[in-house]
């Protein structure tokens, strides 16, 4: 029997990144699970820092998912570019954007959830994305860390993360943080150790869901 897969789509060409994204998955390679493989997109820009960024990978991502044959996919970048055209292009295999489910995970946790965002420009694309899925009302709001997706896999920013984690909390009353960007799984207990509140990972939550969409076959 074929053994079933996961394929994770990093949808810039930061290598860093993408090692961050398959650490970050690591925990989730389980026995008698999925696959799980780790891509980057070669056609994808350094990072996801405007939505013209954005928008210039979907064709690609539309491309690599539907000549692949992997049981699900995810999208890991937190503007989940083209996800409604990949999921075409997926024929009805599971496709899942991190940022859907990080959100998605952090309303289960509390009543406000806020996001550490990288830039200014991130922080418009997600404010438009809560108000599109329609839970704009347990929005707290996002704060930028100003930084690159390639700069969140090192270890010199997690005292911006905790700093932009701490004032969602004090300042805009969140009570989850959700991390607005693929690459900063290595920081997640560090964050959450120092603010007090849950803090969530969206790349892994995504994968977990894929999990389960291919184990139960939904």
Not at 45 to 62: E, F, H, K, N, W
Not at 107 to 135: N, T
Not at 149 to 159: L, N, Q
């Amino acid at each position: 029997m074929t053994r079933r897969r996961i394929l994770v789509i990093n949808p810039n060409s930061s290598a860093s990144v993408t090692a961050a994204i398959d650490a970050a998955v690591a925990p989730l390679r389980i026995a008698g699970g999925p696959d799980i493989e780790v891509v980057g997109l070669a056609e994808g820009p350094p990072g996801i820092s405007s939505q013209r960024d954005a928008d210039s990978v979907v064709m690609p991502l539309v491309n690599r998912v539907a000549h692949d044959d992997a049981d699900a996919f995810v999208l890991a970048c937190f503007s989940d570019p083209g996800l409604h055209a990949v999921r075409e292009a997926a024929g009805g295999r599971p496709v899942l954007g991190i940022a859907e489910c990080g959100i998605f995970r952090a309303l289960m946790l509390g009543e406000r959830f806020g996001v550490i965002a990288l830039s200014p420009s991130s922080i418009r694309r997600q404010q438009r994305m809560v108000r599109v899925m329609g839970v704009d009302s347990r929005y707290a709001g996002s704060w930028s860390v100003g930084a690159s997706a390639a700069e969140t896999a090192g270890a010199d920013i997690r005292g911006r993360l905790i700093d932009a984690g701490r004032a969602l909390v004090t300042q805009c009353r969140a009570d989850v943080v959700v991390m607005g960007c693929a690459g900063m799984a290595s920081h997640r207990a560090a964050i959450a150790e120092a603010i007090g509140v849950p803090v969530v990972e969206p790349a892994q939550q995504a994968v977990a869901a894929a999990i389960g969409a291919v184990l139960l076959n939904t």
